[in-house]
């Protein structure tokens, strides 16, 4: 976490929860590089999906158009309760747009698209077991076993490096 000595500090799951909850969008660097044009969980910036401007934010940080959507990266055991699956039994790696269940989509407005779809990411413990404990904090808390996830960019490649974390950090308009 960069403080305003710029210093490089430890962070836990509180800390990375508590400022999403107070609509901070969070740049997550951790671990080894996904592989694929996903962001998966070591390479994301994370956000509230319960926040209906959660889609204007988060597209002012990376320079996107209003109408692109985000994916929703939700804890695997609950995704049936949220999403309408058609079967899939999983979706580990966000290849999927879904139908968020009727009685879901004003609970998680910042990963509904316009059509009701979300791109999901389903994440299991055995996969990614630090990504799978910050969510399901969050979900302890909120009651919303999911964030919003999209790739720790602005309209470049996605972070690989230290360095380029940081610089996309301070390029972009994140606190």
């Not at 403080?3 to 962070?11: A, G, H, L, P, T």
Request: net charge positive; aromatic share 10%; charged share 30%.
């Amino acid at each position: 976490k960069l403080n305003k000595n710029e210093s490089i500090s430890k962070v836990n799951y509180e800390d990375v929860i508590s400022l999403i909850l107070k609509r901070n969008p969070v740049a997550l660097y951790q671990g080894r590089s996904e592989a694929g044009p996903r962001a998966l969980g070591n390479r994301s910036i994370l956000y509230d999906p319960r926040d209906k401007d959660g889609k204007d934010v988060v597209n002012t940080i990376k320079n996107r158009e209003w109408y692109r959507p985000f994916a929703g990266t939700v804890l695997h055991e609950k995704v049936n309760e949220w999403f309408d699956m058609r079967g899939l039994k999983e979706s580990p790696y966000m290849l999927y747009a879904v139908k968020v269940r009727k009685h879901r989509v004003d609970e998680i407005p910042a990963i509904t698209h316009i059509d009701e779809t979300c791109r999901v990411q389903a994440v299991d413990k055995s996969l990614n077991p630090k990504f799978y404990n910050l969510i399901k904090n969050f979900y302890k808390i909120t009651n919303v076993p999911m964030v919003l996830n999209t790739s720790f960019n602005e309209n470049e490649p996605i972070v690989c490096s230290p360095e380029e974390a940081i610089d996309c950090f301070l390029r972009t308009k994140m606190d």
